[in-house]
């Protein structure tokens, strides 16, 4: 696709599951087919959706910008979405697959994601970004009990930025998270106050 492969886009998008696919991925879930810009797009108001969860997690990964964002520049954001037990960045094999800038970007102004127990590695900048340049209302978001650089069995996958960026988002969550190895250390900031970080 020339943009995402999954897109929530109206307000009226609630109560979606998005679980058990391989996005930007072949059918093997080791090789790289890519979403010309995100995996999965979640923006304009979309509320009380998640993409993975209790029912099973996703392999999101080769996609051109990112895996997952919630709020874009050109929709706005979203509120209300979890983010759980996804592999974000590698394929089922647990290896780096490549052309994926961006994990997770919530920005936009969205507010009250959780981004949990996913594995994140493998790509050329953060594994996580919360906020962008424009707004600083996005907050009240938690990242916390992800593994993120490294699998869960802690072989590292690194990122080429910040293990997780807060970029004009103060009043966010960072907890119990494990690090492997993620260029530019593990949690940066940047115009960020009132940051829980543990």
């Known amino acids: 696709n020339d943009s995402a492969g999954v897109e929530l886009l109206d307000a009226s998008n609630q109560g979606n599951v998005v679980f058990r696919n391989m996005i930007g991925l ?25 993409i993975g969860g209790p029912f099973g997690g996703n392999h999101i990964a080769g996609n051109r910008l990112g895996g997952i964002a919630i709020g874009t520049a050109e929709w706005g954001g979203s509120h209300t979405i979890w983010i759980q037990y996804n592999t974000i960045g590698l394929g089922v094999n647990g290896e780096a697959v490549g052309g994926q800038a961006v994990g997770v970007s919530v920005n936009s102004g969205s507010n009250s994601v959780v981004v949990e127990a996913n594995v994140i590695g493998g790509h050329s900048q953060h594994g996580v970004i919360v906020g962008d340049t424009r707004v600083t209302t996005t907050r009240s978001n938690s990242i916390r009990a992800n593994d993120i650089g490294r699998t869960d069995k802690g072989v590292a996958k690194a990122n ?4 997780i960026m807060f970029l004009n988002a103060g009043y966010n969550w960072a907890t119990a998270n494990r690090f492997g190895v993620n260029t530019l250390g593990t949690i940066g900031q940047q115009n ?6 543990s």
Request: proline share 3%; no cysteine; net charge neutral.
């Open 160 to 163: 080429g930025g910040f293990g």
């Open 26 to 50: 072949d059918v093997t879930g080791t090789r790289r087919l890519g979403n010309g810009e995100l995996g999965v797009l979640i923006a304009n108001g979309a509320w009380f959706n998640a």
């Open 192 to 197: 960020s106050p009132g940051l829980a970080i």
